[in-house]
């Protein structure tokens, strides 16, 4: 039950955050350094990047040639800044990186402030730094890796904050730029502000009066989100987005069953998922042994019971949140939860294992393996370096059509649309025609069959990891639920692709189970003359 108090706990003075922060940054930019020059990717290329380019240009923060979704505006004025350096991906990327660095520095300081243990705050910022999904995220311009860091310092200032309050206005600034980065990000301050008042109104606490001022004060990030909800709405007519981007995200979300669906997803997500289950179990083992003693014979120190309930309550809650909110069950949305996750696990084998550092090196191979090696089921190819072959799959496919099909109308699916007809992502130099369709299922290729558009080459891929031999399945009732609630569908194989287009396969790859594929069909082409 001990917990060391802050006089005993020199750790951050003998490491300062000045120093560490380097090292963080320079691990991280090797560690990805083969891919930092690879071009954007997925949600990146379909809103994030074309969202910051169009302020690089304009200086307006509401995008142009991009649906408004009402994201808010941090990382694409961030972006934007490092482009006056160059607007490339490695620029980019390498920006990311200094990002994901104050996420693990974050990481490191919570676990110092919650535990006090020097090698259990660098383990757990090591374990992690090497997780598949926050390792494949530190390179991706997406707003989850902004709210992530600037999520996890609020915690580092809210528990300190408690009984501080410059520390307490350190958390709230902190929550507002999470805030201003993604807006689901108030859930954290929201969270803990609700379990203040609860503590304060239960009378039990002598510092009730310090409750309800942490509680009023954490509801200043969400309430400073309402200021460019009001510009948006000022400039677009609309509050949370596009009525299409609202439908998909807020409102065919609200099924009881779809909720209750996602939030079982979301568990396994946290618990289970790129071989997280292996210091979750490892921790629930440890759990059935007795404490440890320190040399001086005192117990080894613990996160106390009150701190571990703000951290269950910011992980209930955000689970809560993205298991009604989000029309693609995407990992990244629960990325500040993995490092919470990762501390208590740390902490429990520190504090009840002999031989701890043994349970450390399991989970970190278990890791290492997560990266490279699928798992044997469905997963978004961003959870780990997965992404990369997809992204290495589509830019053959596109130097094939360059190549061999110059001024041909391709007939592809997102994110190859936006990959063809937009240079500044890094595929092509200038803007190839499309036909585009849904997805390469049965009914969008049928629907392309028999319309009468001018299209001369497919380019189609795998727009979802789906392994050949699937270990862990839960039926055709589960499969027919991910298709109504989660858009589930099944990709056609390129050769029913063809034969469906009456085309034949000039070119077909495949990696870690992605694949892509160029087609050329002989269908009239329409002559257009421009100016």
């Known amino acids: 039950m001990a917990v060391l108090p802050e006089q005993q706990r020199p750790f951050d003075r003998l490491l300062p955050l000045r120093l560490i922060f380097p090292l963080l940054f320079v691990g991280v930019y090797l560690s990805h350094l083969t891919l930092l020059r690879l071009p954007y990717y997925w949600d990146e290329a379909g809103y994030y990047i074309p969202a910051a380019y169009d302020f690089f240009r304009t200086g307006d923060v509401i995008p142009s040639s991009t649906l408004a979704n009402a994201h808010p505006p941090i990382p694409s004025l ?173 409102i065919a979300t609200l099924s009881p069953l779809r909720i209750l669906l996602a939030f079982a997803h979301r568990i396994l997500q946290l618990t289970a998922h790129m071989n997280m289950f292996v210091p979750v179990l490892c921790m629930l083992g440890a759990m059935l042994l007795l404490p440890l003693q320190e040399a001086d014979g005192t117990p080894r120190p613990r996160i106390s019971p009150a701190n571990q309930a703000i951290l269950y309550v910011v992980i209930a809650a955000n689970l809560l949140l993205f298991s009604v909110l989000g029309g693609a069950l995407l990992t990244r949305y629960l990325l500040p939860l993995y490092p919470l996750v990762l501390l208590l696990c740390v902490s429990t084998f520190y504090r009840r294992v002999q031989y701890w550092w043994g349970l450390v090196l399991l989970s970190a191979a278990a890791f290492v393996i997560g990266l490279f090696i699928n798992p044997p089921y469905k997963f978004a190819p961003e959870d780990n370096l997965n992404y990369a072959d997809v992204i290495r799959l589509h830019q053959q496919g596109i130097r094939q059509i360059v190549s061999r099909f110059p001024g041909s109308t391709v007939l592809t699916a997102w994110p190859a649309t936006d990959e063809l007809t937009k240079p500044e992502l890094g595929y092509v130099k200038k803007p190839v025609p499309i036909v585009a369709v849904a997805n390469f299922s049965l009914p969008e290729i049928q629907k392309a069959a028999g319309a009468a558009q001018d299209y001369s080459v497919g380019l189609a891929f795998s727009t979802k990891y789906d392994p050949p031999r699937l270990w862990l399945s839960l039926g055709p009732r589960n499969e027919a639920f991910d298709t109504r609630f989660f858009d589930f569908h099944r990709d056609l194989e390129p050769n029913a692709i063809a034969h469906l287009l009456q085309g034949k396969i000039v070119w077909w790859e495949e990696r870690q189970g992605e694949w892509a594929a160029v087609m050329h069909f002989n269908r009239p082409q329409v002559a257009s003359l421009q100016r």
């Open 78 to 250: 961030y972006l934007a800044l490092w482009w006056k350096s160059g607007f490339t991906p490695a620029v980019t990327r390498t920006a990311m990186c200094l990002v994901t660095a104050i996420g693990l520095l974050a990481v490191y300081r919570l676990a110092m402030v919650l535990n006090g243990r020097i090698r259990v705050a660098a383990t757990t910022t090591l374990l992690t730094a090497i997780y598949p999904i926050w390792f494949a995220q530190s390179t991706l311009a997406h707003a989850d890796m902004f709210a992530a860091a600037a999520t996890l310092w609020g915690l580092v200032f809210v528990f300190p904050g408690r009984r501080s309050a410059p520390a307490l206005w350190g958390a709230v600034a902190c929550f507002a730029v999470a805030a201003w980065s993604k807006e689901t990000a108030i859930v954290t301050p929201l969270a803990i502000s609700l379990w203040e008042m609860y503590l304060g109104a239960r009378g039990r606490d002598p510092d009730r009066r310090g409750h309800f001022r942490a509680a009023l004060l954490l509801l200043i990030p969400p309430a400073s989100l309402v200021a460019w909800y009001a510009y948006f709405r000022h400039r677009t007519g609309y509050i949370l987005g596009n009525p299409e981007f609202l439908r998909y995200n807020a």
